[in-house]
């Protein structure tokens, strides 16, 4: 016999639709010929509609419930540099028994021709599908014929078994919202905690109420193919449903500033953490509200800590380190083959799929490499732990959560230190991590399933260290030669962005900015020996450095090697200023006088220093005999500065461009 359950969950106060809902493809034509958001010309685009709904469908066996969560925007594109907004992917998650999927998917571009009002339907082969790893993929589409002036639409709906974890709903984005909808609602045997994002400069108002609801059930009895059916009622139930409504006209776009760390952590959202499960016969568990707990949780799991019991790579590492019997070396050994070996498919993650065949293959997220990095760590006898992380456009965990973290590096305890390592990236270096991953700081777990926070920050700063011997020629022409190195995170953004760039290419990019002048002789060297700085050297001629007036000669002493304006402009500052890593710069300038000419005036020597040490500059020059030498050093001491100290870091940046706008004074003998 066959039998199944249905059951119908109707609410009290009524439907789940609500008069601020739209219909799809109902987009006004006074909205399409729109042609500026209120008369303002900087604003690329606006989004008109942003409707999110999530509610609880029983299964038809009604022992489980199917999270579905419905999505409907409308987005009017003002200029060229919104075209992004037609391309569009939803991540989804497929490691379980059934995955993630995106039905009812439908998007229309409305555009105005010849005054009417012409849509392009979004056809099949504008959705395609993007397998991530072993348990993400990512369903993305493209709305068709979007150009400036387009307005863009488009639904769908995701179901999810997954209805114990919800993923965060953002309220603002970074064009202003004319009309915001969100509607949860979640049986009250889940009990989540909220959270909005404390860094957001707009907080929105959430109403929370509790429905009681009614679920009717019915039972259909048969005996298979080809038998007759009935059904009849059988009865009804109680369950209480929490509601989570915002409904917002003229929701502020984020408003960008110079050195943010990602729009994303300073964004209005919810976030959600599930506390508690109660099912009315008693059953229930309570889950981690700490992060001992909740690290202890992630160790404990097959596809984190169970990864790092893996041997298969044994005989592989006693290779790489026979005879080998200082412990650094062999680290260094063991970091640089997962990184050759190893490549990184840019997506992170905390959880492993298979090491052993992503060890095979070459190729994994940043949980398959850098666990596989820790277990052969462990292996060569060195007391590696990993360290759950979170990055820079995941924000910063402030209160305990399972997603708070979404990243893993390895840490290794050497005394009182723990030796930073990231085998992602091929120039990555011990204790240099990547700029996303430096974010305040991340927790490293051992092997009995303790914890204990370790500091993300750079230990040392980042530096440029530069040489200039130059001359000024009687055509007032300066020739020189450069050479600099970088350390640090200094020396792997320059591999990173000048490594694989041919010779012309990097000569283009050092003459970008610094006016009339030719580069010849560039040589590179230690750009793959992550062992030592990077060294660069070039000759130069500059053809506009000197000005002559009155028969006087204008220079400025560190030439090109000077701050062009002050990026801090605002008078207020709303978020933390990230300057990624903490560097020095150092400049030591020397320049020949010109025969005939002597120096009628220097600018003054000056140190200036921002408060509590963030940083400073210390800028001397002095003659020395026929030669000019001007020694500039400026620092910035830490990667994250808060908000208080914007007024010191603009009035620094300000002292320091004025200082080095002066000009040495050469007068005719």
Not at 469 to 480: H, L
């Amino acid at each position: 016999m066959m039998k199944q359950v249905a059951f119908l969950l109707m609410l009290f106060t009524g439907i789940f639709v609500n008069a601020q809902t739209l219909k799809f493809g109902k987009v006004s034509k006074k909205d399409i010929e729109k042609t500026s958001y209120d008369n303002d010309e900087g604003v690329d685009a606006e989004v008109l509609y942003k409707m999110q709904k999530i509610n609880y469908r029983l299964s038809p066996e009604g022992n489980t419930f199917t999270m579905v969560a419905e999505v409907h925007e409308i987005v009017k594109v003002y200029n060229t540099e919104a075209l992004d907004v037609a391309n569009v992917s939803v991540r989804l998650y497929k490691g379980g028994k059934t995955d993630e999927k995106v039905l009812g998917l439908k998007g229309i571009t409305y555009n105005m021709e010849n005054g009417a009002v012409v849509k392009t339907k979004m056809k099949k082969d504008g959705v395609f599908r993007e397998d991530i790893n072993d348990y993400w993929y990512a369903r993305k589409f493209a709305l068709p014929n979007v150009k400036k002036g387009s307005v863009i639409e488009y639904t769908y709906k995701i179901e999810s078994p997954y209805y114990m974890s919800l993923d965060d709903i953002y309220l603002q984005s970074v064009y202003p919202i004319k009309k915001l909808y969100v509607d949860i609602r979640i049986p009250d045997y889940y009990r989540f905690k909220t959270y909005l994002n404390p860094h957001a400069d707009y907080t929105p108002v959430i109403s929370e109420t509790m429905l009681d609801t009614e679920v009717s059930y019915s039972e259909t009895v048969g005996r298979g193919i080809g038998t007759a059916v009935t059904s009849k009622d059988r009865g009804s139930f109680k369950l209480k449903v929490k509601k989570y409504l915002i409904a917002k006209d003229n929701v502020p776009a984020f408003q960008n500033e110079p050195y943010i760390t990602s729009a994303a952590n300073y964004l209005a959202k919810i976030k959600w953490d599930l506390e508690r499960i109660r099912y009315p016969n008693g059953r229930g568990q309570n889950f981690s509200q700490n992060w001992d707990e909740i690290t202890k949780d992630i160790y404990k799991s097959s596809s984190f800590g169970g990864q790092l019991s893996k041997e298969f790579f044994k005989d592989e590492v006693a290779t790489l380190i026979d005879g080998v019997t200082d412990r650094n070396q062999k680290m260094n050994i063991i970091f640089d083959h997962v990184k050759s070996k190893m490549k990184w498919n840019d997506y992170i993650s905390i959880y492993a799929s298979n090491l052993k065949k992503t060890y095979k293959e070459g190729e994994g997220d940043v949980a398959d490499i850098n666990l596989l990095l820790v277990a052969m760590l462990r292996e060569a006898g060195i007391n590696a732990n990993p360290i759950l992380t979170s990055t820079k456009d995941n924000g910063i965990p402030l209160f305990p959560t399972r997603t708070g973290f979404n990243y893993v590096i390895c840490g290794v305890e050497v005394q009182n230190d723990v030796i930073l390592l990231d085998a992602t990236g091929e120039y990555n270096m011990s204790d240099v991590l990547p700029k996303n991953v430096i974010n305040w700081q991340g927790r490293m777990v051992r092997k009995d399933g303790s914890s204990v926070w370790v500091n993300l920050e750079p230990k040392t700063n980042a530096k440029i260290s530069t040489m200039i011997n130059a001359s000024i020629s009687s055509d007032m022409e300066v020739k020189g030669k450069i050479r600099s190195s970088y350390s640090g995170h200094m020396a792997r953004s320059f591999r990173i962005s000048k490594n694989k760039t041919a010779a012309e290419d990097h000569i283009k990019s050092i003459e970008k900015g610094k006016g009339d002048i030719a580069i010849e002789n560039l040589e590179v060297n230690n750009g793959d020996d992550l062992s030592k700085n990077v060294l660069r050297s070039y000759e130069f001629t500059l053809n506009d450095a000197v000005e002559e007036i009155a028969g006087k000669l204008y220079i400025s002493p560190l030439l090109f090697l000077t701050e062009d304006e002050n990026i801090f402009k605002q008078d207020t500052r709303k978020y933390p200023i990230d300057f990624q890593y903490p560097y020095t710069e150092k400049a030591i300038v020397s320049i020949s006088i010109p025969e005939g000419y002597t120096v009628e005036s220097l600018p003054e020597s000056k140190t200036h220093l921002i408060k509590d040490e963030i940083g400073g500059f210390d800028f001397k020059i002095v003659q020395k005999g026929n030669n000019l030498q001007a020694i500039m050093t400026k620092s910035i001491n830490y990667s994250l500065i808060p908000k208080d100290y914007y007024a010191e870091i603009k009035n620094y940046f300000s002292v320091l461009i004025d200082k080095e706008s002066e000009k040495v004074v050469l007068a005719k003998q």
